[in-house]
């Protein structure tokens, strides 16, 4: 009799296929290529595992291994299972397995974003042992059109950097807007990701003093974004009244908000 196998995924060819396959017929999210896709694997902070019937795949999750601030946390980054195969607790199976996986490499901490309203994968996170952690989101996001160079520094302001390598996890880089005199007007951290759906940066913080400073660092991320041929920027954004800017600020920016997730983490044990 056939039944579930769940494994890592490696990084060839082959299992790049499958993933895709169950990623097309579950979530729907990535318009990769094998190849694209294969890349994305190669990095070594990615972890992807697969639920095989026989030789057919019934679904996938993909992770990537990040610093969440000062912490080595597992992002678990897309899910899905094929329709025919749901509500038999693979789900469930795939994110305890990345769970489990990470906690053999030494990474006690996990985290997830799931739509608001999306019940079953709430539900799968959570037999998973995975809790919502404070009030819903939204994600904001700037989608890359082109990669034409654009001018954004008023004369005399500078960004300085700070880029953040450590073998095996997401690049993480820190930016700090100052303006002629010197003065801080805005910072922001984030993470390169490559994902099996899209190059991007998460924004992990982001602080400004002022809406114009906000857009001036925001539009430098873009830039450097730009640069790095990334398809993206994005920001789940806390409450405004945490950071002392609105969903309107961001918007202005460019960053719409494309969805309200719940962010969702697992204690240390
Ligand atoms: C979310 C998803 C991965 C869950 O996969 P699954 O193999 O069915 O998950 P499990 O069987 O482990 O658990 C699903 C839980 O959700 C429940 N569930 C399933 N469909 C549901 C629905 N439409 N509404 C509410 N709950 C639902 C199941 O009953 C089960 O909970 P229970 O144990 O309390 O009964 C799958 O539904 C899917 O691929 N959805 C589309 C892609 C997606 O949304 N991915 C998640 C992005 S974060």
């Not at 499958?18 to 999210?29: N, P, V």
Request: glycine fraction near 8%.
């Amino acid at each position: 009799m056939t039944r579930y196998l769940i494994r890592p995924a490696q990084a060839t060819l082959e299992d790049a296929t499958l993933l895709l396959q169950a990623e097309r017929f579950s979530l729907g999210d990535s318009d990769y290529s094998p190849e694209e896709a294969l890349a994305a694997l190669q990095r070594p902070e990615h972890r992807a595992y697969l639920a095989l019937w026989g030789s057919e795949p019934a679904g996938f999750c993909s992770c990537l291994r990040i610093w969440d601030g000062l912490i080595p946390c597992l992002e678990i980054d897309m899910l899905g299972v094929v329709s025919a195969h749901r509500g038999r607790g693979l789900g469930t199976a795939l994110i305890r397995t990345a769970l489990n996986d990470a906690r053999s490499e030494g990474i006690s901490r996990a985290r997830a974003l799931v739509h608001v309203g999306n019940r079953a994968s709430l539900r799968a996170f959570e037999r998973a042992g995975m809790r919502p952690e404070g009030p819903a989101r939204a994600l904001h996001v700037y989608a890359i059109q082109g990669f034409a160079p654009v001018p954004y520094l008023p004369t005399g302001w500078q960004v300085e950097e700070r880029e953040t390598r450590r073998e095996g996890f997401t690049p993480r880089l820190a930016c700090a807007l100052r303006d002629n005199a010197g003065s801080p007007l805005a910072e922001a951290e984030v993470l390169e990701v490559h994902t099996l759906a899209y190059r991007g940066f998460w924004v992990e913080a982001l602080r400004a003093s002022a809406p114009r400073g906000l857009h001036v660092l925001l539009r430098h991320l873009v830039e450097r974004a730009k640069a790095l041929r990334l398809d993206e920027v994005g920001y789940l954004a806390p409450p405004s009244e945490e950071v002392g800017f609105s969903a309107d600020d961001l918007a202005f920016a460019g960053f719409p908000i494309v969805g309200t997730y719940d962010r969702l983490r697992e204690a240390p044990r």
